[in-house]
C-alpha cells in the first residue's frame, strides 16, 4: 500500500483552467504539506496542515487554496492557472511539524 | 532566508567519498537531509537538532555545527545508488516551517 498517493500524476491544462490535485496518506499522521518544485528543482512549502488545521500559509497566491476533510487528505485546488504555475507539486505527511517527511510521487502540472 | 548548498554539482567515482555542505545565516533549530533520484519524490536521510550531534544512516553520516550554523553530509565509498539530488531542509525553530536549500546533485560514476 502506498503511504502517500497524489493523483493526478500528470497534469496538462490550458491557461485559466480550474484544477484540483488530491492528496491521501495512510501513515496514521498528524501532520500533511504542499510543497511546489519549479524547473530549478527548488523546494519550497506552499501549506501545512495538522489535524484539519493549517498552520502554515506561504506567501502563495490566493488563487491556490488548500482543504482537508480529515487528516489523512488534503487536496489542493487552483483557480485560473497560469504559466508560471507549471511545476511539480508534492504532498507530504509527517507525524507532527519538524519530524521525517514522507513524501507522495508528485504531480507535473503542465500550464498552457 | 533560504541555505546554501555547497558544493552545487559534484562528480563521483565509485568508492569515492563526498562532503556537501549546508549553511543559514540565521540560527537553526534543526537541519533536514532529503535525497531525491531523477523523477521520484524526496527521500528522508535524516534530521539533526542543535548541539553538535552526528548521525549515520548507512555509509551517509551527517553533523551540525551549531556555532557555524552550518551542516555537513558525509557520503563515505559512494556506491551508484547514491546518485541524486541531495538536499538540505532547515528549520529555526521548533515546529517551525521547513526552507530546503537549492540542492546539490551529486553522479556517481562505475
Known amino acids: 500500500d502506498t503511504a502517500v498517493s497524489q493523483t493526478p500524476k500528470y497534469l496538462v491544462t490550458q491557461m485559466g483552467n480550474d484544477k484540483s490535485i488530491k492528496c491521501e496518506q495512510n501513515?496514521?499522521?498528524?501532520?500533511m504539506y504542499w510543497y511546489k518544485q519549479d524547473s530549478k528543482k527548488f523546494l519550497k512549502i506552499m501549506f501545512s496542515?495538522?489535524?484539519?488545521?493549517?498552520?502554515i500559509n506561504e506567501t502563495v497566491p490566493n488563487r491556490f487554496s488548500p482543504k482537508s476533510p480529515d487528516k489523512a487528505h488534503l487536496n489542493l485546488h487552483i483557480n485560473s492557472l497560469e504559466l508560471g504555475d507549471s511545476a511539480v507539486y508534492f504532498c507530504?505527511?509527517?507525524?507532527?511539524?519538524?519530524?521525517?517527511?514522507?513524501f507522495g510521487q508528485g504531480t507535473r502540472l503542465t500550464v498552457v | 532566508q533560504q541555505p546554501v548548498q555547497s558544493p552545487q554539482a559534484v562528480i563521483l567515482r565509485e568508492g569515492e567519498d563526498a562532503v556537501i555542505n549546508c549553511s543559514s545565516s540565521?540560527?537553526?533549530?534543526?537541519v533536514h537531509w532529503y535525497r531525491q533520484k531523477h523523477g521520484e519524490a524526496p527521500v528522508f536521510l535524516m534530521i539533526?537538532?542543535?548541539?553538535?550531534e552526528q548521525k549515520g544512516h548507512e555509509k551517509i553520516s551527517a553533523s551540525f555545527n551549531e556555532k557555524k550554523q552550518q551542516s555537513s553530509l558525509y557520503l563515505t565509498a559512494s556506491q551508484l545508488s547514491y546518485s541524486g539530488t541531495y538536499f538540505c531542509?532547515?528549520?529555526?525553530?521548533?515546529?517551525?516551517?521547513?526552507?530546503f536549500g537549492q540542492g546539490t546533485e551529486l553522479s556517481v560514476k562505475p
Open positions: 540565521k540560527a537553526l533549530y534543526s
Open positions: 539533526l537538532l542543535k548541539g553538535g
Open positions: 496542515y495538522n489535524n484539519k488545521e493549517l498552520i
Open positions: 531542509g532547515t528549520e529555526w525553530d521548533q515546529g517551525g516551517k521547513l526552507i
Open positions: 501513515l496514521g499522521h498528524d501532520t
Open positions: 507530504a505527511s509527517s507525524v507532527r511539524v519538524g519530524t521525517e517527511a514522507f
